[in-house]
């Protein structure tokens, strides 16, 4: 089955500069990979999603690139500010009949420095 | 907005009990989905379901069963519970045709077995 790897496990920047989370997948048949936000208490939600007949989408201050041949897939994002602070989980689905599977990623917990 | 209800925040059981984890949702979503969050291991599939009555394993389901009577409703079931499944439970939602990319997730509930 699949299996999706995010490093780091930590990652810790200062306020203004950027950061980048990254994911492997496994299985060369899925096709949609979407970033989830966990602030601390919440659930996760949605921040930005990618499917793989694109290489880069971009939203505001978050942007998420693709590369289908190495089976790896990134977050980025610039300006960071206090309230980006969280963990960030990376998925990974391939098309199935009925309800859609995501693998998640172990998670990435962002903190940025004042 | 979707609303993914869980019934309990908290959730404190002795070792053997029967474990009941509610979850509703209140916008007639056909696939329902609950996982497992561990530090360090993201988040896990237990069972998930795409109709009423229907469901499927996920890729922990060992210990754990579900109950899907009503669409609005999916219920996730320790039969026997044991300490190793203290954890984060989080239930989620989607709508059959948006697949993975629609899945909202609920608050979480926080279940200690002593």
């Known amino acids: 089955g699949e299996n999706v790897e995010q490093h780091p496990s930590t990652l810790s920047v200062q306020e203004g500069d950027s950061a980048v989370i990254k994911c492997t997948y496994s299985?060369?048949?899925?096709?949609?990979f979407p970033w989830y936000k966990q602030e601390l208490g919440k659930r996760p939600q949605l921040i930005i999603d990618i499917r793989s007949n694109v290489g880069e989408k971009k939203d505001q201050r978050i942007a998420v690139t693709l590369n289908k041949t190495a089976k790896h897939f990134s977050l980025h994002i610039t300006e960071t500010q206090p309230e980006d602070s969280a963990v960030y989980f990376c998925a990974a689905s391939r098309p199935r009949v009925g309800a859609q599977k995501l693998v998640f990623g172990q998670g990435t917990r962002l903190t940025i420095n004042p | 907005d979707v609303k993914v209800t869980q019934s309990s925040r908290y959730l404190v059981k002795r070792t053997g009990e029967k474990v009941f984890l509610e979850c509703v949702q209140d916008m007639d979503h056909e696939n329902m989905f609950w996982y497992r969050q561990d530090p360090g291991l993201g988040l896990r599939l237990i069972y998930f379901s795409y109709d009423v009555k229907m469901k499927e394993k996920g890729d922990i389901p060992e210990g754990y069963s579900v109950s899907r009577e009503k669409k609005e409703r999916f219920s996730l079931i320790l039969e026997s519970a044991s300490t190793n499944q203290t954890s984060m439970y989080l239930c989620?939602?989607?709508?059959?045709?948006?697949?993975?990319?629609?899945?909202?997730f609920g608050d979480g509930t926080r279940l200690s077995i002593l």
């Open positions: 299985d060369s048949a899925s096709n949609y």
């Open positions: 989620a939602s989607s709508h059959l045709y948006r697949g993975a990319s629609g899945q909202h």
